[in-house]
């Protein structure tokens, strides 16, 4: 089992850079796929991008593609989530997430979840 929580959401201007992190706890993290994942008012939860437990691949959901970063760091079980070029529509509650399957953009294969971060973007 892993516990998960998320740090480094805020308030930026358009155009501005926020760096997410999500600290596993446990020594499993590195046998975990992560995920990043945002949710808005009325709306599913949305995939943001996705690594695997080594770090060597990732995935990216189109509209963040060239913006966003994902990494992790397994030495420190933490993920993280590198925003740049910030756009008003990135505005939401971003989640980090572990499964045991390998990197995919179903919340439905992810196992825990952690309590989410407040991302928000003015325009």
């Known amino acids: 089992q892993v516990q998960l929580v998320e740090s480094g959401g805020g308030m930026v201007q358009a155009g501005g850079s926020l760096r997410l992190s999500c600290a596993a706890s446990?020594?499993?993290?590195?046998?975990?796929?992560m995920g990043w994942f945002r949710q808005t008012p009325g709306k599913e939860r949305e995939f943001v991008a996705g690594?695997?437990?080594?770090?060597?691949?990732?995935h990216y959901t189109d509209s963040v593609k060239g913006r966003f970063i994902i990494s992790r760091d397994n030495a420190k079980n933490t993920m993280y989530l590198q925003m740049n070029s910030l756009k008003s529509e990135d505005t939401a509650i971003y989640y980090c997430?572990?499964?045991?399957?390998?990197?995919?953009?179903?919340?439905?294969?992810?196992?825990?979840w952690g309590q989410g971060t407040q991302v928000t973007v003015s325009s």
């Open positions: 997430a572990a499964t045991t399957v390998a990197i995919t953009s179903s919340s439905r294969n992810y196992n825990y």
């Open positions: 446990g020594r499993t993290f590195s046998r975990y796929g």
């Open positions: 690594i695997s437990t080594s770090g060597g691949s990732t």
